[in-house]
Nanobody, 124 residues
Framework: QVQLVESGGGLVQAGGSLRLSCAASGRSFSSYGMGWFRQAPGKEREFVGAIDWNGVRTYYSNSVKGRFTISRDNAKNTAYLQMNSLKPEDTAVYYC?????????????????WGQGTQVTVSS
């Protein structure tokens, strides 16, 4: 069983930056692919980015590519989402997720464990 806890959300002006963290429990973190998703009010949860077990491969949605960076520190059992040049349309609850396989994945159905989410609000 893996427990995930996100932190780092908040209110920021357009053009600003935030860094989200996802702290994972358990001793197998380094073997999990990790993903970030977001859900805006009235919309489905959508893929943001993903990273494989050792950080070599990363994937991003087109809407955040070039602005967001996903990384991980296996020694700290933590994944990160650095968000730069934020836009009002980035406003959503952001979730981190872990899957029981080392590779990254872009579909939410490929993830077994989810955090509770952290709110990100970008004002114009």
């Amino acid at each position: 069983q893996v427990q995930l806890v996100e932190s780092g959300g908040g209110l920021v002006q357009a053009g600003g930056s935030l860094r989200l963290s996802c702290a994972a429990s358990g001793r197998s973190f380094s073997s999990y692919g990790m993903g970030w998703f977001r859900q805006a009010p009235g919309k489905e949860r959508e893929f943001v980015g993903a990273i494989d077990w050792n950080g070599v491969r990363t994937y991003y949605s087109n809407s955040v590519k070039g602005r967001f960076t996903i990384s991980r520190d296996n020694a700290k059992n933590t994944a990160y989402l650095q968000m730069n040049s934020l836009k009002p349309e980035d406003t959503a609850v952001y979730y981190c997720a872990a899957r029981g396989f080392p590779g990254a994945a872009v579909r939410k159905d490929d993830y077994n464990y989810w955090g509770q989410g952290t709110q990100v609000t970008v004002s114009s």
